[in-house]
């Protein structure tokens, strides 16, 4: 019998183009860079994206090389296996994408699909549609495109926060809204927007705060829930969020793949957490993987492939707030 051939990594970076530029308090984007890994082994391949932790200073290049130190230290005795490659790299968009392909690897050899290897759905997944920051005429028109879809997640700044709120609110009257203020805020103004959330039917705002000045929400008493995102990264970030948030958002590229991610999702479940599933870009292929965390989350925000002129082929199907889950050929 021949030896098995000693795995192989492939990582490119590719570009996927935006139907239009979107817009967060931090930052303008106007494409969404991904690097697409593929592990082969066996004569089968499995393949992961990742968009990367924009904010901590990742990118396509620093991703890129540090998938390469990954794959030098291959030898004809390694073997697929993500308890493998948790020690060769930190948290982050690297791993992730390494840990989605074996993922992917894993469920192309076993012929069992990923989410029934850990017993979840992946299918009939309802999100929240985001708007990205614009002014309260554009988001009012984006709200009133949305038609049936009652979910709504609207970025919000440290500018005209009231007006494009109230905007999207009488565009949208019986949609269900959440708000992501990423970081913008101070304390006081969250304390100032409270009335005017609450009038508005919001009842959660994801990371008033700027991540290195959150312990001011230790002294937030009020009704709405918080929700961690540049706060939360991994396991390792729970204890930090306690009494300052009710709610923690899992991305994929924060956790550095669907393992810690689904590792995560328990152990914040455990400590009286809310879920939320969320994504930093990209294609349906970064999005599948994220489908398996979504059906333990009560909040979901992966609309990302909806942003881009055209997805990667075989991509996930959106109905209205549904996505199907994913063909084998895209993914698990």
């Known amino acids: 019998m021949n030896a098995s051939k000693p795995m192989v990594i492939e990582a490119r970076a590719k570009t996927y183009a935006l139907k239009r530029p979107f817009r967060i ?133 440290s500018e005209n926060t009231r007006d494009c709120l109230r905007a999207v609110r009488a565009a949208a009257p019986t949609a269900q809204i959440i708000v992501d203020a990423n970081q913008s805020w101070t304390f006081e103004q969250l304390l100032a927007m409270e009335g005017d959330l609450l009038a508005n039917g919001v009842t959660l705002v994801e990371q008033p705060l700027a991540a290195d000045a959150d312990d001011g929400l230790l002294d937030y008493t009020g009704p709405l829930r918080l929700c961690a995102d540049e706060s939360s990264h991994d396991r390792s970030s729970l204890a930090a969020l306690a009494g300052k948030y009710s709610v923690i958002n899992i991305k994929l590229d924060k956790t550095g793949g669907l393992t810690e991610a689904m590792a995560l999702a328990d152990a914040a479940s455990a400590k009286g957490f809310g879920l939320m599933v969320g994504c930093m870009g990209g294609s349906s292929l970064g999005i599948a993987p994220a489908l398996i965390v979504a059906a333990k989350c009560e909040i979901v925000d992966l609309d990302c492939p909806l942003q881009l002129r055209q997805d990667i082929a075989h991509g996930l199907h959106f109905s209205g707030h549904r996505i199907s889950g994913p063909s084998p050929s895209l993914w698990g």
């Open 25 to 157: 308090a931090s930052s303008l984007y106007v494409d969404a860079p991904v690097v697409e890994v593929t592990v082969r082994h066996d004569g089968v391949a499995g393949r992961g994206e990742a968009a990367g932790v924009d904010y901590v200073g990742e990118n396509c290049a620093i991703m890129l090389e540090q998938i390469q130190q990954v794959a030098s230290q291959i030898d004809a005795t390694t073997r697929p296996s993500r308890a493998w490659l948790k020690p060769l790299l930190p948290p982050g968009g690297a791993r992730n994408a390494l840990d989605c392909a074996l993922w992917d690897l894993e469920a192309k050899h076993s012929g069992v699909r990923a989410h029934d290897l850990v017993g979840q759905s992946g299918d009939g997944i309802v999100t929240h549609i985001t708007i990205g920051l614009d002014t309260p005429e554009v988001m009012a028109k984006d709200a009133l495109s949305f038609g049936e879809r009652a979910l709504i997640k609207i970025k919000l700044g």
